[in-house]
Nanobody
Framework: QVQLVESGGGLVQAGGSLRLSCAASDRTFSNYATGWFRQAPGKEREFQAGISWSGGTTYYADSVKGRFTISRDNAKNTVYLQMNSLKPEDTAVYYC?????????????????WGQGTQVTVSS
């Protein structure tokens, strides 16, 4: 069982930046692909970014491409999401999730372990 803990959320003005972290409890995390999802009130949980187990392959939703960067440090069992040029529509709860496989998938049902989420609020 892998436990994930997100941190780094908060309140930021439009155009600002935040860096989210997802720390895993188990070293097997380094063998798994990991994704960041977000869920706004009244909306479905949506894939935003994903990274393969090695960090060699990354994927982004069109809405965040060029603004968000996902990375990982397997020595620290941690995945990061650097969010720049934030917009009010980026406001949501952000979840880290990892799946028992090396490659990224876009569907939230493909992921086996989830963090508790961290709130990101972007004011206009």
């Amino acid at each position: 069982q892998v436990q994930l803990v997100e941190s780094g959320g908060g309140l930021v003005q439009a155009g600002g930046s935040l860096r989210l972290s997802c720390a895993a409890s188990d070293r097997t995390f380094s063998n798994y692909a990991t994704g960041w999802f977000r869920q706004a009130p009244g909306k479905e949980r949506e894939f935003q970014a994903g990274i393969s187990w090695s960090g060699g392959t990354t994927y982004y939703a069109d809405s965040v491409k060029g603004r968000f960067t996902i990375s990982r440090d397997n020595a620290k069992n941690t995945v990061y999401l650097q969010m720049n040029s934030l917009k009010p529509e980026d406001t949501a709860v952000y979840y880290c999730a990892t799946r028992r496989g090396p490659t990224v998938k876009g569907g939230f049902r493909e992921y086996n372990y989830w963090g508790q989420g961290t709130q990101v609020t972007v004011s206009s």
